[in-house]
């Protein structure tokens, strides 16, 4: 059984950081490209940042350039999205996706960006 389990979302103020975390089990997961969209109310879900199943290639939505970072460990099959600088428009639930022909996703994290 594929699961793909978010934590690490939370309150943070204006300007400040967090750092969400997807641990992956039941798939191979060397092979899958991993990615975190988010989805705020009212809005379509959108892609955040993605990462290749090697970690060697990188991509980030314009919102995300600068502030956000992805980075995988394929030893502890885990996926991570450090956010700086987080701001009143980041707040969204963030889902965890794993991508390899067919594609998986968690139960999403809250964050909340609010003083």
């Known amino acids: 059984q594929v699961q793909l389990v978010e934590s690490g979302g939370g309150l943070v103020q204006p300007g400040g950081s967090l750092r969400l975390s997807c641990v992956v089990s039941?798939?191979?997961?060397?092979?899958?490209?991993m990615s975190w969209y988010r989805q705020a109310p009212g809005s379509e879900r959108e892609l955040v940042a993605g990462?290749?199943?090697?970690?060697?290639?990188?991509n980030y939505a314009d919102s995300a350039k600068g502030r956000f970072t992805i980075s995988r460990d394929n030893v502890k099959k885990m996926v991570y999205l450090q956010m700086n600088s987080l701001k009143p428009e980041d707040t969204a639930v963030y889902y965890c996706?794993?991508?390899?022909?067919?594609?998986?996703w968690g139960q999403g994290t809250q964050v909340t960006v609010s003083s």
């Open positions: 990462i290749s199943s090697t970690g060697g290639s990188l």
């Open positions: 039941g798939l191979t997961f060397s092979a899958y490209a």
């Open positions: 996706n794993a991508k390899h022909f067919v594609q998986y």
